[in-house]
């Protein structure tokens, strides 16, 4: 499904002493099939931003458009529901949000609040389970008997079970160790993928946003900072710097780099391996022309 | 050779009778004035170690001393005074209702008189510049602020050793930044050990030593340089090599022949430029 | 976001009533109380309604703001009034309404009681809008002292008191966001029979419980780890100080007290 924010502003308690704006005369356009990366300090209003995408917020002004859902001041769409059984969100920490006796009973939570059939629950849970990376013998386990990484997998099936259309993320790997952080942006990776999602990541991880994104959008301020591709948006590390964000580190190799030989090597988002026999390649180079 | 402060001896630690164990037959010895990086993937025992220092938990077998004295529950009083611990969460460990009566509550544990209350809060604020949040509440304050005051109100008690149980894990780059600028300034003013537990590789770049963690025994123990010279090893064991370390590998396998183990930008650049100006 | 919750009802201030001492504050406050049932006359309603509005005015909290605080309890001043109106069958008939005689007696005697009542909520009110809910912990404390000698574990209910305060505002944004992440998952709180948002609640209740769970054994761990064995030998950052002023506004309300009770003779 397609997003997109035409002039979107959100204030806190507006009308009050205490009123905040946390967006700003927000606009973007993400068409659908789209692996978005959202970057931004804490409170750079990214949270404010995803709450827009399910209805959980709505613009204070501007129009929110997800797929054929609108989302405005005037009204809250009357099929809500409906647009949150297509916009399935992974909060922080997700696993703060089961409750249920059994794991079986967490992830059909959700599909049978909006009226999934009982077979077809089951379906999915069976097509789920394994791509989660959990193990069917803990369907009839309590959630809270679990690990903390199994924990934020089952939470996660949670949301699947939806079958969303649109996925969204929010720092979906906070608190994992490295390996765990890898697989799972694997998974997310590999989803996005086969069943061609829109995914749209809050991350604090430039590595992720250029390993994963085709899109990115830097938030500052309650506005968008930058927005572009992620080549464009990295390969512009002063402007980055300037809202206290770093590049990716091989971009800020390839900068020393460059100063110290005085040859650039141009980011294209190679590996690497690739990076490697690209510096091999410019040494020997510079060598034949002595 | 520097005088040992905190000592494991084959210690063994299980949550219950039926439980595995989660360390088994540790080891090792932390120095005075040393930095420790502790990593190792999740449930690999890292937390557990920190809670054993200062008897939050007792090992089943084996003995663990802090400066020559064995952890007991006769001296885990005096020696709680000794080892100042910074946790996870920035929200579950802060109990005063502002920063300045959250900094003091260690202190009114231990009876400190007012008058030197006072003095330290406006120390251990400035170590850790939360000067001008004296009076703040805690839902008004950013995590990294959080477990600033945090790290204040450890010091305040003046310990000889800090641990940070992955205090940092919780954070978003800058508050991360932050807590590393403010301890690594701490470390370098005061005669103080510190213990990171973490899976930041920053952090453990900082360290001066490294004890890497695995099911529950010690895998290594080195400085990083040592032990991200084993990169795929360290990858078996879930962990992260930094990306320097990453690149050097694979410009050795293209024939560029970097020997030290280089671990941030400039240490590689100078090596490929020497070798760049002997080809 | 969090940054506008005003824990209670605190208007922060630096006015004459802000800088009392709590133990003060609440000293008067129970005197008050107890003297507004010996009223008995116009001279005494008089004084003790000058000497609420006088301290209402020192606070410099806009009457505005009071009075919205003040909304829940309108409709039960009116009703007492109402109440007194119909049921009070003393004095003169004053007006015969569909059948029902009004009596002067009701009229002055619905009046003095709600008068009363409202007096009551007014100045019990301006002692949460003046001091804040720690201060009120730590007056507690002090003027419970005396009961430590009969074992009443008076340290351990202020230092909880002191620990619900700072994590009110932790809860309710975990509130917040454990219902966000239901509704996300087809939960609504809003609409729908009453039956079913009463079903609502489980999913945001058992989460928050278990958070709460684990954060209080969080919180422990880390005050164990932070030295705390219990009251025994504790010093204390923040001291409660009988200033001078604190004396002078004693000495006034005493005088307004004697001048009560000689009205009262009359």
Redesign the interface.
Known sequence: MDITFNNVSYI??AN?P?S?K?LENLSFHVPSGTFVAIIG???SGKSTLI?HL?G?LAPTKGEVQIGEYTINSEKKPENL?EL??K???V?QY?E????EETVAKDIA??P???GVSKIEIQRRIKEIIPAVGLDEKLLERSP?DL???QMRRVAIA??LA?KPRVLVLDEPT???????QQEMMDMFYDLHQKQKLTTVLVT?SMEDAVKYADHVIIMNKGTKYMEGNPKEVFTNPEALNQV?L?VP??I??LH??ET??GASIPFTRQT??E???E??HV??E??SDE | MREIFIEFRDVSFRYGEEQAWVLKNVSFNIYKDEWVAIIGHNGSGKSTIAKLMNGLLFPQKGEIRINGVPVTEESVWDIRKQVGMVFQNPDNQFVGTTVQDDVAFGMENRGVPREEMIKRIDEVLNAVKMQDYRLTEPHRLSGGQKQRVAIASVLAIKPEVLILDEATAMLDPKGRKEIMRTVSDIQDQNEISLITITHDLQEVTQAERVIVMNDGEVWDEATPREVFAKKDALRKIGLDVPFIAILADELKKNDLMITSEPLNHDELLEELWTLHSTM | MNNSMIIGQYVPGNSLVHRLDPRTKITIIFLFVIIVFFANNIASYSILTVFALVTTALTKIPIRFILKGLKPVWFLIIFTFILHLIVTKEGEVLVEIIGFNIYSGAVIQGFAISLRFFLLILITSLLTLTTTPIEITDAIEDMLHPLKKIKFPVHELALMMSISLRFIPTLLQETDKISKAQASRGVDFRTGPIKERLKAIVPLLVPLFVSAFKRAEELAMAMEARGYQGGEGRTKLRQLRIKRIDVFVFITFAIIVAGLLITRNY
């Open positions: 806190y308690q009050s205490f905040h946390a300090h804490t409170g709450q399910n959980l529901k949150r059984s916009v399935g969100v909060f997700p703060h949000q089961l409750f939570f959700g049978e609040n909006f809270f690990s903390g990484g949670g949301v939806l906070a608190g994992l160790d490295p390996r765990g604090h206290q770093d580190e091989m800020q190799f020393a780099f110290r030989f690497v391996q990076l490697a026999s510096i091999r040494l020997k510079a060598d």
